[in-house]
């Protein structure tokens, strides 16, 4: 088992597109959660777009989804867009749960940052709103730069929630914004 288990994770350390097959058929085939747990966190390490429609599929499964969504987050391909989006604005509220749909809602904001792209920017914002994404939220929002200026502003004029008013004006700091510059 060890042994597997290391071998998944060298391939993964190699970050060789021809690593690729071998680590989806563990990730369909074998039976032991860990080594297929490792299986995704390989296929993210590697980076090859081909594992896309794959860690889809294994976003289905409880277990696999944080690795999957956060996989996707490092392939960075732009087609993973609308599937992150779908898995953030997919769970209401937090409550006084935390379990792993909580973990995957703050996978896929942190995905969507690492990405990149602007139509992401909607969901982010939505995601200053939940307790349990709010501070990802902000990181990934600073990467979007200046672009953010003018939707973040628009949010903080219809926000009363001191504490996303507070995230809302570190975000402008980091993005360079300061008061008086639009």
């Given at each position: 088992w060890l042994v597997r288990l290391h071998?998944?994770?060298a391939l993964g350390k190699t970050r060789s597109p021809a690593a690729v097959e071998p680590l989806l058929s563990?990730?369909?085939n074998d039976q032991d959660t860990a080594i297929r747990e490792d299986a995704v966190r390989a296929l993210g390490l590697i980076g090859d777009p081909r594992a896309l429609d794959f860690l889809q599929v294994a976003l289905k499964e409880p277990g696999l989804r944080p690795l999957a969504?956060?996989?996707m987050g490092h392939i960075g391909d732009?087609?993973?867009v609308p599937v992150l989006i779908m898995v953030l604005e997919g769970v209401a509220g937090c409550g006084d749960r935390w379990d792993e749909e909580m973990v995957t809602m703050g996978a896929a904001v942190r995905a969507l940052g690492m990405i990149g792209d602007e139509a992401a920017?909607?969901?982010?914002?939505?995601a200053l709103r939940q307790t349990v994404t709010r501070g990802d939220a902000a990181t990934a929002l600073t990467r979007f730069g200046s672009k953010v200026v003018a939707p973040l502003l628009t949010v903080m004029?219809?926000?009363s929630d001191e504490n996303i008013q507070f995230y809302i004006k570190d975000t402008l700091a980091n993005v360079g914004w300061r008061?008086?510059?639009v």
């Open positions: 071998a998944i994770e563990v990730l369909f969504v956060e996989a732009r087609r993973a920017i909607p969901s982010l914002l939505k004029k219809q926000e008061s008086g510059r």
